[in-house]
Antibody, heavy 125, light 106 residues
């Protein structure tokens, strides 16, 4: 079983919302950041955003208000919603775990140690 | 923060020493990570905090630098090292990646 297992729609219509899920089988939400990253041949790897154990999110400003990341700690899952999809959003989407670097009582993401298997998403017009 | 990797691709032979550079658009101290991605696979962390080797990564991989200029060196390139390498900065949001360097067999 994969440490992070992701699933969701593979084909999304233009202007609709992409929804992806990621189940955590390695550790728990504690002490990590949980991220979504996508990859395209043209733009390479792009960090989309993250959520931490407290539910605090950080998003890539390039996605403006289209992105939402949430979590369900009871199910050990976190989720990506990306609204108003267009052809430019066609990519492989990955969920990922980032280890934390601690500064006193605060922490920041440090590096990605686990990736989901990837979800190819195509946007149709 | 933009990360510019060079070269974008290179050809090398088994046993060669390979150097890949990553330049940041502003000072990121040592908050730099290197990943390797083999074809059809997910990226794998090689080095974090500029020069700390991830557990299990062969010692022929090394990283150096600080501020804006960073280097990934592969000593004695092995067949399994032919892949694409990415740098990532974790100094500030949004976290960003370099464009990648593809290492191909000469």
């Amino acid at each position: 079983q994969e440490e992070l297992q992701q699933w969701g729609a593979r084909l999304v219509k233009s202007s609709e919302t992409l929804s992806l899920n990621c189940a955590i089988y390695v550790g728990s939400f504690s002490d990590h950041f949980w991220a979504w990253i996508r990859q395209t041949p043209g733009k390479g790897l792009e960090w989309l955003g993250e959520i931490n154990e407290s539910g605090k999110t950080n998003y890539n400003p390039s996605l403006k208000s289209r992105i939402s990341i949430s979590m369900d700690t009871s199910k050990n899952q976190f989720f990506l919603n990306l609204a108003s999809m267009s052809a430019a959003d066609t990519a492989i989407y990955y969920c990922a775990r980032m280890k934390s670097l601690h500064f006193g009582v605060s922490s920041v993401p440090y590096y990605i140690d686990y990736w989901g298997q990837g979800s190819p998403v195509d946007v149709s017009s | 923060i933009q990360l510019t990797q060079s070269p974008s691709s290179l050809s090398a032979s088994v046993g060669d020493r390979v150097t890949i550079t990553c330049r940041a658009s502003q000072d990121i101290s040592t908050y730099l990570v290197w990943y390797q991605q083999r074809p059809g696979k997910v990226p794998k962390v090689l080095i974090f905090s500029t020069s700390t080797l991830q557990s299990g990564v062969p010692s022929r991989f090394s990283g150096s630098g600080s501020g804006m200029d960073f280097t990934l060196t592969i000593n004695s390139l092995q067949p399994e090292d032919f892949a694409t390498y990415y740098c990532q900065q974790v100094k500030s949001y949004p976290l960003t990646f370099g464009g990648g360097t593809k290492v191909e067999i000469k």
